[in-house]
């Protein structure tokens, strides 16, 4: 029997306050009725609150509560962006996972905040989740699609779809799309980008194959992106190569190489050594 997931990525308007929630529930509600195959609903990176942190709270929460209540009101996984989480000592930018039975199943602090502009704590801990019998997935929030070593460690823990929330409202968003596609081929996973629009982004959403190819790619207007993930296309690349040829995850694993840049405190060492700290403006 072959394997497929219903999956929608919301590309909506987000502004700042805490009009979103409402907005949101207008969004799945909408999905589930055009799309009732979609199981599984991901909306953007601080799509909740928007960009700012005045409305931080601690999850769970009163906000993660309601999230709870939606997800289980339609019976669907819910992914449904993210939020400025307030800890006793710090705040961090942070996404769920509920399940239909509007359980949070998993959370997920983003590793790398885009400094020196987002002022919150790094989350320390990558995610993956199961939908048990269909599929496993691993969460990214934004700027830690720019890490390799961050989408390589939720494939080498089974991750098979990679979803990454985002919030880009700049010029680099080109760049990004090129990023998503890259971090599908180089682990042959789904991976899914999903931006938002006005205070939360710029949109072009897009949904990336594990071949590489591109799916499913949004304009800059507010969308649902559906898509019939295929997992067992996820199988049959990693087992006879993307595109029929290139079998990465298997030379990743038997080749054996150690890499000296991830050893101690090397990071830190060598040609890195010689950058400037994260902040420092280089005058032409």
């Given at each position: ?20 929630i ?62 400025s ?9 942070t ?64 991750a ?16 990004e ?30 949904i ?5 190819r ?71």
């Open positions: 029997m072959s394997r497929t997931l219903g999956l929608a990525a919301i590309q909506m308007e987000v502004h700042d306050g805490n009009e979103n409402a907005r949101m529930y207008a969004k799945i509600k909408e999905t589930v009725k055009y799309f009732p195959w979609v199981e599984l609903i991901v909306f953007s990176e601080k799509c909740i609150f928007g960009r700012g942190t005045a409305y931080a709270e601690p999850i769970p929460g009163d906000t993660t509560d309601e999230l709870c209540r939606i997800a289980r009101e339609f019976g669907i996984w819910l992914l449904p962006g993210s939020m989480e307030k800890t006793y000592r710090s705040t961090y930018n996404t769920v996972v509920i399940n239909p039975q509007g359980e949070i199943v998993t959370t997920y602090r983003k590793m790398y905040p885009w400094r020196p502009i987002e002022d919150c704590k790094s989350g320390k801990n990558f995610c993956v989740f199961d939908i048990p019998g269909r599929a496993r997935l691993g969460v990214t929030i934004c700027y830690d699609q720019w890490f390799p070593e961050v989408s390589r460690q939720l494939a080498w823990m089974g098979e779809i990679i979803l990454n929330p985002i919030l880009t409202a700049t010029v680099d968003r080109n760049a799309l090129v990023i998503s596609q890259a971090n599908a081929l180089f682990n042959q996973v789904y991976f899914v980008s999903v931006n938002g629009l006005c205070d939360g982004g710029n949109g072009h959403s897009i990336v194959d594990p071949n590489g591109i799916s499913q790619k949004a304009s800059e207007i507010e969308q649902i992106i559906p898509e019939a993930v295929d997992l067992d296309l996820v199988e049959r690349v990693r087992e006879n190569g993307t595109l029929g040829m290139n079998q990465v995850l298997k030379s990743f694993r038997d080749e054996g190489h150690t890499f000296p840049v991830y050893s101690g405190k090397n990071s830190s060492e060598g040609s890195f050594a010689r950058l400037r700290s994260l902040g420092y403006k280089y005058k032409l």
